[in-house]
């Protein structure tokens, strides 16, 4: 009855949490499989920002459900974003559930499955469903514990939980609750321990990892919590590379700017949600800033970094946005030369403000705007890759390929580089010299002089 197998959804920050759970399983005696098929207890953690997300997971659950006929004591379990968002609906559009766990109760789910699996071996009845969605002060500060994968080489990190946004479009205010922070101690804590079992990159983690101890931390010599925690994770002996996910433009000050130019291991590749670029669409997602102000944002990061990367989060067919309003968007997009990009459709959000707005866009026109910006996108990271050849970038090797028998790798601007290499090799920081491009990989060979090898 203990294998558990633990299916994620939606974003890194769904990853990080699937980690606490199954590392806190495991040190409660639990193994944790690789495959559902294999187990005797599946977890979904699941993702409420689009509807496809939820769509997935519940049809995940209504799948599993059919095992219970042929094992009743089979355990199927929800938790996380789509568990906070319906609630105990949940249980009555998916009565075979056994378990609804929000996103502040991870790490109740040992007791949780320990008093199911209890009563299931039992004679008694079988224990109806567990709802357990509560709010929990300082439940960020359990999301700290790695599996300690052998070769793993990059981590991340959950720097807070939570979002004070009100995003017009957006469910995770009401997902993940207001934003609470970390210490910095117990942060650099956790990425000292990590770098101690060989993780060479981490990535900090975060709703809006600008507005990092806003409330809870002073500002100390001009520099914000953020960028005092960036700065105490330079100093961490191992970390080689330091990333972070997301900013907010609203919070992006100088002395982020200035970090880029102090700080060796932060690596120049941005992931700053644009959302739209047109002013009158980003007023009516109620997202506090303008185009303008977005722009000087980049512009004073490619000032001080000239080979800064950008990635962005972007909307298309927000309610309201019309043709003229998209091409304002696209032209933008097109200005920013974004290197990389996820594209969205806008998908209704029950009890978000733009779930009633009038003007909702057609999907086929949602489809074709987004073709429109995957285009641009194709273009501007293609370019950006070529303009690599014949250059040598170094990479972190983090191990073999999916396919092939060649290795994967980043480059410190997360550009996927594919090339030969060995097992030693892993975890090491090394010179690539770039022979091929395409749009989403670089390809060449390493340069292996003075490298243990
Ligand atoms: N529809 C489409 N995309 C959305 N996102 C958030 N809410 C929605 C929605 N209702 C996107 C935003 C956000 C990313 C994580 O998901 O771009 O930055």
């Given at each position: 009855m203990n294998r558990v197998y633990i299916k994620t959804y939606g974003c890194q920050m769904n990853e990080r949490d699937s980690e606490q759970v199954a590392s806190d399983l495991r040190h409660r005696g639990y193994s944790i499989v690789d495959t559902e098929h294999d187990a005797d207890v599946v977890l979904l953690n699941t993702c409420s920002v689009r509807d496809q997300a939820e769509q997935k997971a519940i049809g995940k659950a209504g799948y599993l459900k059919k095992r219970k006929r042929e094992n009743p004591n089979f355990v199927i379990g929800v938790m996380g974003c789509m568990a906070q968002n319906h609630g105990s609906t949940l249980v009555d559009r998916?009565?075979?559930?056994?378990l609804v766990v929000g996103t502040q109760k991870f790490h109740r789910v040992p007791d949780h499955l320990d008093n199911l699996i209890q009563s299931l071996n039992g004679q008694g009845p079988r224990p109806s469903s567990i709802i357990d969605l509560d709010a929990e002060e300082g439940s960020q500060n359990t999301i700290r514990d790695h599996l300690g994968k052998k070769g793993q080489v990059s981590a991340f990190v959950s720097i807070m939980q939570g979002c004070n946004m009100n995003c017009a479009f957006c469910i995770v205010p009401k997902t993940r609750g207001r934003e609470r922070a970390r210490p910095i101690e117990e942060i650099v804590d956790e990425v000292t321990r990590v770098a101690e079992s060989g993780v060479k990159e981490v990535t900090l983690l975060g709703q809006i990892v600008t507005s990092y101890g806003r409330r809870e931390f002073p500002v100390v010599g001009g520099k914000s919590p953020f960028v005092q925690l960036l700065e105490k994770i330079q100093d961490v002996k191992g970390i080689e590379r330091i990333r972070f996910t997301s900013p907010h433009p609203r919070g992006f000050k100088q002395d982020l700017v200035e970090a880029y130019r102090d700080l060796s291991k932060l690596c120049e590749y941005i992931h700053l949600p644009l959302q739209s670029g047109c002013d009158k669409t980003l007023r009516a997602m109620n997202r506090p800033y303008t185009k303008d102000r977005y722009r000087e944002i980049v512009d004073s990061l490619r000032e001080m970094v000239p080979s800064m990367y950008f990635s962005t989060d972007i909307i298309v067919g927000f309610p309201g946005e019309t043709e003229a309003d998209f091409n304002e968007t696209a032209a933008f997009f097109d200005e920013i030369r974004y290197d990389m990009a996820y594209i969205f459709k806008y998908s209704i959000r029950t009890g978000?403000?733009?779930?009633?707005?009038?003007d909702q866009i057609p999907q086929e026109e949602k489809e074709r705007r987004n073709q429109v910006l995957l285009d641009l996108l194709h273009k501007h990271s293609l370019a950006r890759n070529e303009g690599l050849l014949g250059t040598t970038e170094q990479v972190l090797v983090e191990g073999p390929a999916k396919k092939g028998d060649k290795y994967v790798g980043h480059t410190r601007g997360w550009r996927n580089a594919i090339f030969d290499a060995n097992p030693?090799?892993?975890?090491q920081l090394v010179d690539l010299k770039i022979d091929r491009a395409t749009a989403s990989t670089v390809y060449g060979d390493l340069v292996l002089a003075g490298v243990d090898a």
């Open positions: 998916l009565p075979d559930l056994d978000t403000p733009a779930e009633t707005m009038p030693r090799l892993v975890g």
